[in-house]
């Protein structure tokens, strides 16, 4: 069974900075498209970033210049570079996998931004 497990989220400052990861195991993980997505109280879980297994990235208008997603096929990892972090990014953030088949998603991670 596949497995996306995410780590990294907690509570941070804003103006902070942090880093995301997720662990994929039971996958081939270089021919999926990687995602991170979020979801805040009461809203709808949105698209953070994407990375195509061709290394193509693509961010919401929200966290462009501030957030970097990258990944390292040979270990399998995922990760979101957050910085000048701010409380509307509060929420939990998901990873996510997808191919032409089928997607698959993390149990996700809590990120708090206190101001």
């Known amino acids: 069974q596949v497995q996306l497990a995410e780590s990294g989220g907690g509570l941070f400052q804003a103006g902070g900075s942090l880093r995301l990861s997720c662990a994929a195991s039971?996958?081939?993980?270089?021919?999926?498209?990687m995602g991170w997505y979020r979801q805040a109280p009461g809203k709808q879980r949105e698209l953070v970033a994407v990375?195509?297994?061709?290394?193509?990235?693509n961010y919401a208008d929200s966290v462009k210049g501030r957030f970097t997603i990258s990944r390292d096929n040979a270990k399998k990892l995922l990760y979101l570079q957050m910085n000048s972090l701010k409380s509307e990014d509060t929420g939990v953030y998901y990873c996510?996998?997808?191919?032409?088949?089928?997607?698959?998603w993390g149990q996700g991670t809590q990120v708090t931004v206190s101001s």
């Open positions: 039971r996958i081939i993980f270089s021919i999926h498209d």
């Open positions: 996510n996998a997808k191919n032409p088949l089928r997607e698959y």
């Open positions: 990375i195509t297994s061709g290394g193509t990235t």
